[in-house]
């Protein structure tokens, strides 16, 4: 039975009242109804498409509530990288930001800069495409996120539909999601009712509820956004300054914070710090500083990135959070390349929102340095507000009885000995793989989310794995077999098979990944894809000498050493041919190819794929030289068709645009 035409006008008129009340509550944070006002109209529109199932849209207000439990979260590209930002927390560093960028431009006057609270949230990436979110995803590592999309569509700030009549082909919205100190009271009073574990802080509360598999649960907290970017832009006209790509957003249905000023020159932008340092607790969220951006998007792309942050912004972090305690203890940890690192044992105490009960010492030069004992009391604070260290002692309330802390005469974790090398402050234990902390934390980082991810092998897992003697290095975790696993406590048929299934998966490894995965000092993220790109091959790099690998962008001579001695150790070499042996193979970095038969053809996609998802298939096509776009034109060269094919293939037959299936797409690439 067709809806009747009245109830198709009734759901359109109450679709629109909402989106116009959403406007108003989240963007323009002026409500023109009351709540229960508008919980009437949701339960109107709510009753229609229940009654009516064709009349249930993907934007409809409806589709806020949630959606049904995700048993994992796939890793999805982003169009254009997330970057991070450079902290900074002097004036001095700020100083010297403002000076870089005008060297680098050039420029002799006051630089224009966008001035705004630094929330203490999380960061995501929504794509729309002709108006129509698609998807959402968290930062993860800048390259790939987690799709979060169910979680996200839940936000009542997030318009599901940009508010535009011209929306742009495809664009993604960068923005920052967070719980309001109030918000965060009132869940944590909710938890406390039921008997559950409260949430330690607002950002953590935020993080927990995006990454809940059952998105009705995510609906259910208090989350928040504001839009503060955009990577991708394709079918429009960008923006030209930080300031216009603001006010478009807000234009398009996102909130964004109201605390955000232009400033000229840096000595506004001090100025500002200062004043919002005075409202930061009366503040309706949290904040840890806050971020100044080159306010000329021209500007912006001139001055581009380095690493991981872009030159043309920079985090102005507020000073760390202090409070003092007493130290009761200290132990040595031993890291993955075999460092001892002295942590406090505290008596817990909150600093920022979080109970801190462990802090780190750094090194024993340090403790002497500030002479810190054992029973002092201490003034603890978390540096960047994250990572607690032990500022100084008390000595007005020093005791008789404090302890002098001393270094372990060998090795805490396997009693081998110890050793200082010259010219170095951090002191090793010498035995490397055999000793269990560093092997642990070895293959922890070896199958870390930004390494091999390879999920299920969690610290608990791995200490099981090493004491049975089943792991004695990272190619073990290789030859794992179902029934070995079984025979272990913590694992059923499912999870066994489970856990077997993910090794499988990271078979075949990116170059850079797996470089990184190997844990060489000084090699990062940003550093093996450097090597990667350079060597293409291990072979290659492995056969590197020192000056070689120096001729490298951020490889200085130490680096360049650890890199050397690292493929130089036998134990290193038998590892890496165990793990080639049982069939680990690196994929060499994509490059690109202006030479292959799709270099410069552009592409347009439609239907659903079979062997790649639309995000592997569009980084596919780039890696060739070609492009993709979202709308079909007369500069079209190719749409390639899945099943069930949209109007875009009715679009390209009347513009003689070639179609192209899966498979034949495969014969092209495959040339």
């Known amino acids: 039975m067709s809806t009747p035409q009245s109830m198709v006008k009734q759901a359109d008129n109450l679709r629109k009242q909402l989106e116009v009340h959403n406007y108003h509550y989240y963007v323009l944070d002026d409500p023109i109804i009351a709540?229960?006002?508008?919980?009437?109209?949701?339960?109107?529109?709510?009753?229609?498409?229940?009654?009516?199932?064709?009349?249930?849209?993907?934007?409809?207000?409806?589709q806020r509530v949630g959606a049904a439990p995700l048993s994992v979260f796939q890793s999805v590209p982003h169009l254009q990288r997330m970057y991070s930002l450079a902290n900074a927390f002097t004036e001095e560093a700020i100083q010297a930001f403002?000076?870089?960028?005008?060297?680098?431009?050039?420029?002799?006057?006051?630089?224009?800069?966008?001035?705004?609270?630094?929330?203490?949230?999380?960061?995501?990436?929504?794509?729309?495409?002709q108006g129509l979110l698609v998807r959402a995803m968290t930062r993860g590592d800048g390259t790939v996120g987690?799709?979060?999309?169910?979680?996200?569509?839940?936000?009542?700030?997030?318009?599901?539909?940009?508010?535009?009549?011209?929306?742009?082909?495809?664009v993604e919205v960068r923005g920052e999601v967070f719980m309001s100190k109030q918000g965060f009271e009132r869940l944590n009073a909710q938890a406390l009712e039921v008997g559950d574990?409260?949430?330690?802080?607002?950002?953590?509360?935020?993080?927990?509820?995006?990454?809940?598999?059952?998105?009705?649960?995510?609906?259910?907290?208090?989350?928040?956004?504001?839009?503060?970017?955009?990577?991708?832009?394709e079918g429009g006209a960008m923006p030209a300054s930080q300031m216009e790509?603001?006010?478009?957003?807000?234009?398009?249905?996102?909130?964004?914070?109201?605390?955000?000023?232009?400033?000229?020159?840096?000595?506004?932008?001090?100025?500002?710090?200062?004043?919002?340092?005075?409202?930061?607790?009366?503040?309706?969220?949290?904040?840890?500083?806050?971020?100044?951006?080159?306010?000329?998007?021209?500007?912006?792309?001139?001055?581009?990135?380095?690493?991981?942050?872009?030159?043309?912004?920079?985090?102005?972090?507020?000073?760390?959070?202090?409070?003092?305690?007493?130290?009761?203890?200290?132990?040595f940890q031993v890291g993955r390349t075999g460092v001892l690192t002295p942590v406090a044992r505290l008596v817990p105490v909150a600093i920022g929102g979080v109970m801190v009960a462990n802090a780190t010492l750094h090194n024993m030069e340090e403790i002497n340095r500030k002479d810190i004992r054992i029973g002092d009391w201490v003034i603890v604070r978390r540096a960047g507000d994250v990572i607690p260290e032990v500022i100084k002692p008390i000595m007005e309330k020093r005791g008789p009885d404090t302890l002098a802390i001393r270094l372990p005469d060998s090795?805490?974790?396997?009693?081998?000995?110890?050793?200082?090398?010259?010219?170095?402050?951090?002191?090793?234990?010498?035995?490397?793989?055999?000793?269990?902390?560093?092997?642990?934390?070895?293959?922890?980082?070896?199958?870390?989310?930004?390494?091999?991810?390879?999920?299920?092998?969690?610290?608990?897992?791995?200490?099981?794995?090493?004491?049975?003697?089943?792991?004695?290095?990272?190619?073990d975790i290789y030859q794992l077999s179902y029934e070995q696993l079984l025979a272990l406590d913590r694992f059923a048929e499912k999870s066994a098979?489970?856990?077997?299934?993910?090794?499988?998966?990271?078979?075949?490894?990116?170059?850079?990944?797996?470089?990184?995965?190997?844990?060489?000092?000084?090699?990062?993220?940003?550093?093996?894809?450097?090597?990667?790109?350079?060597?293409?091959?291990?072979?290659?790099?492995?056969?590197?000498?020192?000056?070689?690998?120096?001729?490298?962008?951020?490889?200085g001579p130490i680096v360049a050493e650890e890199i050397v001695d690292f493929f130089k150790d036998k134990s290193n070499q038998r590892s890496l041919q165990q793990l080639f042996t049982l069939g680990v193979q690196i994929a060499p970095p994509s490059q690109s190819k202006p030479g292959t038969a799709l270099a410069g053809l552009t592409f347009v996609i439609t239907g659903s794929l079979q062997h790649y998802t639309r995000e592997q298939i569009k980084l596919l096509l780039n890696t060739h030289g070609a492009n993709v776009t979202s709308a079909v034109s007369k500069n079209t060269d190719y749409l390639l068709v899945g099943t069930s094919p949209g109007s875009k293939y009715d679009n390209a037959k009347k513009l003689g645009v070639k179609i192209l299936k899966e498979s034949e797409l495969d014969i092209l690439l495959n040339k």
């Open 98 to 129: 403002d000076k870089r960028v005008r060297d680098k431009l050039a420029c002799s006057t006051e630089m224009e800069y966008v001035c705004e609270p630094k929330l203490d949230g999380l960061a995501v990436n929504c794509i729309y495409e």
């Open 497 to 555: 098979q489970k856990l077997i299934d993910s090794i499988q998966a990271k078979q075949h490894v990116p170059f850079a990944r797996f470089l990184y995965a190997l844990g060489i000092s000084g090699v990062g993220e940003m550093t093996a894809q450097k090597l990667a790109e350079h060597f293409l091959t291990m072979t290659a790099l492995m056969a590197a000498d020192k000056e070689a690998l120096m001729a490298i962008d951020d490889v």
């Open 35 to 62: 709540d229960q006002e508008y919980d009437q109209l949701l339960t109107q529109l709510i009753a229609l498409e229940q009654q009516y199932p064709d009349l249930k849209t993907i934007d409809s207000p409806t």
């Open 245 to 331: 790509i603001l006010q478009l957003l807000q234009t398009w249905g996102f909130p964004v914070n109201g605390e955000t000023q232009l400033a000229q020159g840096i000595a506004q932008c001090y100025q500002y710090y200062q004043a919002l340092a005075v409202r930061r607790e009366q503040l309706a969220y949290e904040i840890d500083g806050v971020v100044y951006k080159v306010n000329d998007c021209s500007w912006q792309q001139r001055l581009g990135y380095v690493a991981r942050a872009p030159r043309w912004a920079l985090a102005h972090k507020y000073p760390a959070r202090e409070a003092t305690t007493q130290l009761t203890q200290v132990d």
């Open 197 to 233: 574990k409260p949430f330690a802080n607002p950002r953590n509360a935020a993080a927990g509820s995006l990454r809940q598999l059952d998105s009705t649960i995510t609906a259910r907290r208090p989350l928040h956004i504001y839009g503060y970017g955009l990577g991708v832009f």
């Open 411 to 475: 090795c805490p974790a396997c009693h081998a000995a110890i050793v200082k090398h010259p010219g170095l402050v951090a002191v090793h234990c010498v035995a490397g793989l055999a000793c269990k902390a560093q092997l642990k934390a070895a293959i922890k980082h070896f199958v870390s989310r930004k390494a091999l991810d390879i999920h299920g092998l969690g610290d608990k897992i791995v200490s099981q794995l090493i004491a049975s003697g089943l792991v004695s290095n990272v190619a």
């Open 146 to 170: 987690e799709d979060i999309t169910q979680n996200v569509r839940t936000i009542g700030g997030v318009p599901l539909r940009l508010r535009t009549r011209h929306p742009p082909d495809r």
